[in-house]
């Protein structure tokens, strides 16, 4: 019997072992965050010491109170969105 249980254990790691393996690619093209989202660049700066830039965005107009502000890094040798 613990021959039987054991066996069936083994074939059910080797089997979860094998379908659990996958060797396909998702690398996906960066975009650029503000084309779908209609936002306004407010300013940008270099983050110093981690060779990126700092870009502040916004959906309108900054004014007094709760603002909706996003923050983007990119790539300060390429350009290209660090994600």
Same mark, same amino acid.
């Not at 779908?36 to 007094?64: C, E, F, H, P, W």
């Not at 109170?65 to 890094?73: D, R, S």
């Given at each position: 019997m613990?021959? @039987?249980?054991?066996?069936a254990a083994f074939l059910l790691l080797i089997s979860l072992y094998i379908s659990g393996c996958s060797d396909s690619d998702n690398t996906? *093209?960066?975009t650029?965050? *503000?084309s779908s989202l209609? @936002?306004?660049r407010i300013d940008s700066s270099y983050a110093v010491g981690a060779k990126a830039i700092v870009a502040l965005y916004s959906t309108?107009? @900054?004014m007094t109170g709760?603002?909706?502000i996003y923050v983007a890094?990119?790539?300060s040798a390429t350009g290209?969105?660090?994600t």
């Amino acid at each position: 019997m613990k021959r @039987l249980i054991f066996s069936a254990a083994f074939l059910l790691l080797i089997s979860l072992y094998i379908s659990g393996c996958s060797d396909s690619d998702n690398t996906q *093209t960066p975009t650029n965050p *503000t084309s779908s989202l209609n @936002l306004v660049r407010i300013d940008s700066s270099y983050a110093v010491g981690a060779k990126a830039i700092v870009a502040l965005y916004s959906t309108g107009q @900054l004014m007094t109170g709760y603002n909706n502000i996003y923050v983007a890094l990119y790539d300060s040798a390429t350009g290209s969105p660090i994600t």
